[in-house]
């Protein structure tokens, strides 16, 4: 996977999903995860990289994704995922994984990160289920005030900073697209937490959508004409490789199960 996920093939007890059949044959309507996915594939049907869906279709996923709970896609927070003993390593539960979109679900211990990185030609939905995050997200920028310089020689490049804020659940679905919303962007857990995210397209090192990873370098070496307040409001950005530390496990998802059609 192109963040760099890791396959756990050990997978997990089926417990639960026999409940959440019985459940789901008594519901007349769809479960859910079911109507999250169903949207996702209307949503998504005539995107393709860098085309965003239309505001009412963005509207329409968020207010599904707004209504998600942890028991909608069977998780607990006192699961083992998140447990400070685990830390630092983040778990990863594919829901579906398409051309068009994908959705899966982070689960981070206490304190661990997922570093700043992108989502090229991509509109992504990440709703926080439970718990606390802080996210840092970055812009491309072609301009700071009194700076010119948009590309450094060492080839990092200038970034206007879009959000810098601690989470905590319930809060809505945030969304971020191709060139703003906060593309490139950092997650830290400030509790054991879980996101669940919408990528549209999804990451693809074949169609040139790898998930690239940054350095985030302050600004304070540019012009010195620029205010301090200013300069925070602005980074370069060099590319990394994926950071060695980080470890984020792919896990079979077993909650309530998703008819794709
Ligand atoms: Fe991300």
């Known amino acids: ?29 769809p479960s859910p995860v079911q109507r999250l996915y169903d949207t996702c594939k209307e949503v998504f049907a005539d995107c393709g990289p ?21 028991a909608d896609v069977g998780l607990r927070p006192n699961q083992p995922y998140f447990s400070s003993e685990r830390a630092p390593i983040i778990s990863y539960l594919p829901l579906h994984a398409g051309d068009n979109f994908s959705i899966g679900i982070f689960c981070l211990p206490p304190v661990s990160v997922i570093p700043l990185h992108n989502h090229p030609a991509m509109t992504v939905f990440s709703k926080l289920l439970f ?11 072609n301009e700071a005030d009194g700076n010119a310089i948009v590309v450094q020689p060492n080839g990092s490049r200038l970034a ?23 593309n490139m962007h950092c997650f830290t857990a400030g509790t054991a937490c879980a996101v669940l995210d ?13 998930c690239q990873y940054y350095y985030e370098l302050p600004l304070a070496t540019s012009r010195g004409e620029l205010e301090e307040e200013e300069r925070e409001r602005y980074a370069w950005l060099k590319e990394r490789e994926k950071p060695r530390d980080l470890c984020i496990l792919g896990v079979p998802y077993d909650g309530p199960k998703i008819l794709k059609k």
């Open 131 to 141: 718990g606390t995050m802080h996210i840092k997200a970055y812009d491309w920028s």
């Open 198 to 210: 919408v990528l549209g397209p999804p990451y693809s090192d074949d169609d040139g959508r790898h």
């Open 160 to 182: 206007k900073l879009k959000i810098n804020s601690t989470f905590t659940a319930p809060c809505s679905t945030s969304i971020l697209y191709p060139a703003d919303g906060g």
């Open 1 to 29: 996977m192109q963040m760099g996920i890791e396959q756990n093939q050990g997978g997990r007890k089926g417990k639960g999903s026999s409940e959440s059949r019985k459940s789901n044959r008594r519901q007349k309507k």
């Open 50 to 70: 860098g085309v965003v869906p239309s505001p009412e279709k963005v509207e329409r996923l968020a207010a599904v994704l707004d209504g998600i709970t942890p």
